[in-house]
């Protein structure tokens, strides 16, 4: 058996990072932080390129995963100021309901830019003679002010026995009156995100994804949550991995006592322990993509797993490669800070480190459990 990229897989990571490495140097991404208006040539270079669909739903699968954590993995060596995870995984989203096909093509075509709500405070729907009304609050919306749809789940009551089965996933329009935004301070300038507020707005029955409550919603937004936590992950590990080789090549550059400081032994063994932790979450990321494309039942722990080690393993990469880089590390002209920031605030995205290494353990316990009322029974039966 191959473990491993195929050609045409390592061609299209290869095509991505030429172009950010063109379109999007620091220089870009620090003139987004001045002025945060995404760019709309980098939208339409990725709707060109065909990169925005690339996730399908296949009869309870998901295809393209393995091109996906490829491709978020070069945004986040490039600390991409785009909400590319929001249109991957809303993509997917809409493309598990027939009736979204010319936003799905807009989308895809870099002519429409997707986001996703992550969170809502009491998001609720009313019927009305024309469909719903809508009113409530979206937290920390990423690039809100940019995007022309945004991709929520509301509450619509009656539509379920219990509050998740009433969640159903929609499509905002975020142009109509009945919303306004306000930015937040965020921790990471290249991400912005904002409040969105609701006012009696017009849901119509083309906004919904799928179906109204009875846990379709709910289910739905599940699997896009562990989606953009599986690529969420790999831009973590872009990240860290650029800033290892950059601090690797400084330790070349920068001398102390007449010798270059990458011979020193203490950097050396700091370098080793920060490749074995990239190349570990890299090995757990691509663990989950296959599981997840495969339809294995261990998908959602592998997921949770990768997501998990790479949320802390990000973190004291990039932290070290700062202490690598001594004072200049900790200045506002340094990169590193926006590497630093990028992976921070996607590591507490979709659940930090704690809340998937809870999901872990309830599936190990679950299991343990499982086998050993299995054991049990096949005890009584030979008896």
């Known amino acids: 058996m191959f473990f491993g990229f195929s050609e045409e897989e390592r061609m299209v990571q290869k095509s991505v990072r030429d172009m950010l490495e063109k379109y999007c140097q620091i220089v870009d991404v620090r003139a987004f932080m001045n002025n945060p208006t995404v760019s709309d040539e980098i939208q339409s270079l990725f ?12 009869e309870g699968k998901v295809t393209g995963v393995t091109y996906a954590i490829l491709i978020s993995q070069e ?31 807009d989308v895809e075509a870099g002519k429409s830019m997707l986001t996703i709500a992550w969170r809502n405070y009491e998001t609720m729907a009313i019927r009305t003679e024309k469909g719903f009304s809508l ?37 905002l329009d975020r142009s109509n009156p009945a919303v306004s935004f306000r930015k937040r301070t965020g921790f990471d300038e290249t991400y912005p995100i ?6 009696d707005y017009p849901l119509l029955e083309t ?13 739905l937004m599940c699997k896009v949550e562990q989606l953009g936590a599986l690529l969420s992950a790999s831009e973590m590990v872009g990240s860290s991995e650029r800033a290892l080789y950059d601090t ?25 322990d920060m490749y074995l932790q990239v190349e570990s979450a890299k090995s757990a ?17 592998a997921v949770s797993i990768a997501k998990a080690y790479t949320s802390t393993a990000s973190k004291k990469v990039i932290g070290d490669a700062i202490q690598m880089q001594g004072g200049i590390g900790f200045t506002w002209e340094n990169d590193l800070h926006l590497f630093f920031k990028r992976v921070t605030r996607s590591a507490a995205l979709l659940g930090d480190t704690y809340t998937h290494n809870e999901r872990i353990a309830k599936y190990v316990l679950d299991r343990i459990s499982t086998e050993k009322h299995i054991l049990e029974e096949n005890y009584q039966h030979t008896i």
């Not at 709707?47 to 296949?58: D, M």
């Not at 991409?80 to 989203?93: F, K, R, T």
């Not at 904002?194 to 006012?199: A, E, I, T």
């Open 47 to 58: 709707g060109k390129q065909g990169l925005l669909g690339i996730l399908e739903p296949n």
């Open 75 to 105: 945004a986040g060596r490039a600390v991409l100021p785009y909400p590319l995870l929001e249109n991957l995984v809303g993509l997917y989203a809409l493309k598990t309901c027939e009736q979204h096909g010319n936003l799905i093509n």
């Open 135 to 171: 009113s409530g609050k979206l937290l920390e919306v990423p690039f809100a002010a940019d995007a022309d749809k945004i991709i929520a789940t509301v509450r619509i009551p009656g539509t379920g026995y219990t509050p998740l089965e009433e969640e159903t996933v929609v499509v």
């Open 194 to 199: 904002y409040d969105v507020y609701l006012d």
């Open 207 to 219: 906004d919904i994804v799928q179906g109204l409550g009875m846990g379709i919603g709910h289910k």
């Open 248 to 272: 690797v090549e400084y330790t070349k550059q920068r001398k102390q006592f007449n010798t270059v400081i990458a011979k020193f032994q203490a950097l050396k063994h700091m370098a080793a």
């Open 285 to 301: 990321i691509e663990y989950a993509a296959w599981a997840l494309e495969a339809g294995d039942a261990e998908a959602e722990s």
